[in-house]
């Protein structure tokens, strides 16, 4: 028995349109899990299988964009990131995607990360920052490790009270544990060459609590026992 629909021609293209951009979400789901593990994996063959796959996802959801009209530039700005963790054709091919996805999209989070990311490699620091700023104005609650950026920033300019205090919000926020131990080692080298030895300590100890086996926290605990 055939089911005849009610639905005019622009609610059923809105539908199809609809399912299109749920494809792509699931695209882009895909291609950020394997991006992921490509940036944790150690093994040469898995870090290109990773690559491939993340690239993969990311090229099926093309069809799927231009068909739904979505232009938020996150499919650039994911194979930019892919390439950027990837090391694949050098950044400046990375640089490329992040530009074509803020061309698309001015207010793209990744695309304006991944740029932030090759301006700091290319030493230009304060657009770097800049970056990140703007991040943070789009999405007031983004990844503590946005503020992380931003203090290294901050430190490569000289700004070292403005890098602490945002070392000092990312531990207030309560991040994941890698962001975490990474604020409280930053932050413990900061107290270490203003002679605040204690409060380094501290720091230090409780970077150690939660990662017992991080090679930033490890040195700097060989300087409180060994020096």
């Given at each position: ?8 021609p ?22 950020a ?14 870090v ?7 690239n ?9 964009e ?15 990131i ?6 694949k ?20 989070i990744?695309?304006?990360l991944?740029?932030?990311?090759i301006?700091y ?30 203090a290294y920033?901050?430190?490569?300019l ?22 975490l ?47």
């Amino acid at each position: 028995m055939t089911t005849l629909t009610t639905d005019t021609p622009r609610e059923m293209q809105a539908k199809i349109n609809e399912d299109r951009a749920t494809m792509v979400t699931i695209y882009h789901t895909l291609a950020a899990y394997y991006t992921r593990q490509m940036r944790t994996a150690t093994d040469k063959f898995k870090v290109n299988e990773y690559h491939k796959l993340a690239n993969m996802y990311f090229n099926n959801s093309v069809e799927y964009e231009r068909s739904a009209s979505l232009n938020d530039g996150f499919t650039h700005a994911g194979k930019g990131i892919n390439l950027l963790f990837g090391r694949k054709s050098g950044d400046a091919d990375a640089d490329k995607k992040f530009n074509f996805a803020l061309e698309q999209n001015p207010r793209c989070i990744p695309a304006l990360l991944g740029k932030g990311c090759i301006l700091y490699m290319k030493k230009k620091y304060q657009e770097a920052l800049d970056k990140f700023k703007q991040v943070l104005t789009i999405h007031p609650n983004c990844h503590p490790s946005v503020r992380l950026a931003m203090a290294y920033c901050y430190n490569k300019l000289g700004k070292n009270e403005l890098a602490k205090l945002a070392l000092q919000r990312v531990i207030d926020l309560n991040p994941d544990v890698e962001t975490l131990v990474e604020a409280l080692a930053n932050l413990a080298i900061f107290y270490f060459s203003e002679s605040n030895d204690e409060k380094a300590q501290d720091l230090v100890v409780r970077a150690y609590n939660y990662d017992t086996s991080n090679s930033k926290v490890l040195n700097l605990l060989s300087r409180i026992y060994f020096q």
